[in-house]
């Protein structure tokens, strides 16, 4: 972890001087503090640039372009709930101080995500035809269609990446080497993505029986259609700690009934409930599979997951549900995807 200390500077450091620590201390950031060391502001190379371009010199003092009220971290908050913040805000740097607000570490993006390294392989379902959004589909497989700026699929990955997750699977069917030549090798990510070909469709569960070799760790399986903010690390987590062989994350979904529901006891009216709500709990497209289930699977065979589920029930095999109460949104129809091309920007996708 790189010293807050090292990128200490007074407000009356130049900028010069403070330019000299920002590429010295390669954080991309000095932090001003005073004597006791309590945080004044903070100075990156991009409040120097439009500092220079309102006319402000080299030679100034840094207070003259510092930010006065940058974002920080309080004492108590766990590196967990740090790292998410940071990625909420798209946050690189993020002070730390303590109940007095003197600085008491620095905390880097890269280094946070580093720690959170997780090597379980990543199964993203990107083959459907994606019929019921009818002529977007025509020329473009539908995890390629762009909410906002970006494709679906790259949302989802990122999503990922930013969790510390860095191996892929993509299963693909429709129009599936466009997917490819978009994805590649997933160097440009910064993370390896491997292909699950399927010569005929295999449902969400069949194509993992197409997965070469038996994995050494619980694999995530998602549908390639959701945006989700769901904490994949505290998901697989979640599934260790349940000591559980499947997991599937679910989603609440409510029903109203639009008229008075009459209960009756043969002839007899016993009470009416006006417009009732009724809850239930639908299946979120999320899975966390121990390797051993996958064996389950029968191969090239269609075979979906919720058939899987049943299987490893009848088994009296452990399985657990991940209550999803995060962002989710499943693009399936066109008010769904017209409405994830908002919600993208507001809930910090993009």
Known sequence: ?????????????????????????????????????????????????????????????????????????????????????????????????DETGRVVRLELIDELLQRNSRDNWVVLMAGGLGTRLGELTKDCPKPLLKVGTKPILEVILESFISNGFHRFYLSVNYKGEMLKDYFGDGSRWGVEIRYIDEDKRLGTAGALSLIPGIPDQPLIVMNGDLLTRVNFRQLVDFHADSKAKATMCVREYEIQIPYGVVQVDNNRLRKIEEKPVQKFFINGGIYVLDPEVLQMIPKDTYFDMPSLFEAIIQKELHTSVFPIREYWIDIGRMDDFERANVEVYQEGFL
């Open 1 to 97: 972890m790189k010293k807050a200390e090292d990128v200490f500077i007074s407000p009356d450091t130049t900028i010069l001087e403070a330019l000299q620590i920002i590429d010295r201390g390669s954080v991309q950031i000095a932090l001003v503090v005073d004597g006791e060391q309590c945080l004044i502001g903070t100075v990156t190379d991009g409040d120097v640039r439009r500092g220079i371009l309102r006319g402000v010199g080299l030679d100034f003092p840094v207070s003259q372009v510092m930010n006065r009220e940058p974002r920080t971290a309080k004492i108590d908050m766990d590196r967990d709930m740090i790292l998410s913040v940071m990625q909420y805000l798209n946050l690189r740097q993020f002070p730390v101080l």
